[in-house]
């Protein structure tokens, strides 16, 4: 019975403790405006994106627009925006869709690539 509760109480936390690591809308923005973001999503492979104040996106050979709606980041490189919850430690970035983790990234001060 004790293993049982303790299993019960683990899930609790840690659920608890991933709904409080997700960035707020200002969090993302602070973070990611005016900086790269290199890494990989599951689905599409490596990335490395500049991520402009004024909401525009340059990638190596491509352009997009990103905003933040309700604590999310959105992305839309012309076929309609797709948003994922951020969860922020330090430079490291972690993409969340639907609950699930889907990708992660690290912040590097600037356009570094000089996109």
Do not use: H, P
């Amino acid at each position: 019975m004790k293993e049982i509760y303790f299993a019960a109480l683990l899930a609790v936390t840690a659920s608890a403790a991933t709904a409080q690591t997700m960035a707020t809308g200002d969090q993302i923005t602070a973070s990611i405006a005016g900086n790269t973001v290199q890494g990989s999503m599951l689905a599409a492979g490596a990335y490395t994106e500049f991520y402009q104040a004024d909401g525009v996106i340059k990638g190596a050979d491509y352009t997009g627009k990103w905003t933040v709606k309700d604590d999310q980041m959105c992305f839309d490189y012309g076929e309609g925006a797709s948003c994922w919850s951020v969860r922020l430690d330090g430079d490291d970035v972690t993409w969340v869709k639907d609950g699930v983790d889907d990708g992660t990234g690290t912040i590097v001060s600037g356009n570094a690539n000089k996109y």
